[in-house]
Nanobody, 122 residues
């Protein structure tokens, strides 16, 4: 098990910024591919961004490219999601997840956090 705890969500006006954090327990954080997902009311959960084990490679959904940045600090067992130029349609519960897959992207995620609410007002 890899306990994951998200933080940093909240209420922000359109055009504003938030930085989400996801702290993991254990000594093997650097062995996991990490991802961020979100789920808006009445919608399916969707991929937001992912980052390789070293942090050298990232991938983002088209809907957030140029606005959101994923990063990680393996020394602190933490992955981040910097969200800029927020839009009302970014309103959702945001989840971080960890994957044991030997691959980096388009993988199954094995562990999930409880989520943090992000609300963007217009």
């Amino acid at each position: 098990q890899v306990p994951l705890v998200e933080s940093g969500g909240g209420l922000v006006q359109a055009g504003g910024s938030l930085r989400l954090s996801c702290a993991a327990s254990g000594r093997t954080f650097s062995t996991y591919v990490m991802g961020w997902f979100r789920q808006a009311p009445g919608k399916e959960r969707e991929f937001v961004a992912a980052i390789s084990r070293s942090g050298g490679t990232t991938r983002s959904a088209d809907s957030v490219k140029g606005r959101f940045t994923i990063s990680r600090d393996n020394a602190k067992n933490t992955v981040f999601l910097q969200m800029n130029s927020l839009k009302p349609e970014d309103t959702a519960v945001y989840y971080c997840a960890a994957s044991n897959s030997p691959y980096t992207f388009n993988v199954r995620y094995d562990y999930w956090g409880q989520g943090t609410q992000v609300t963007v007002s217009s």
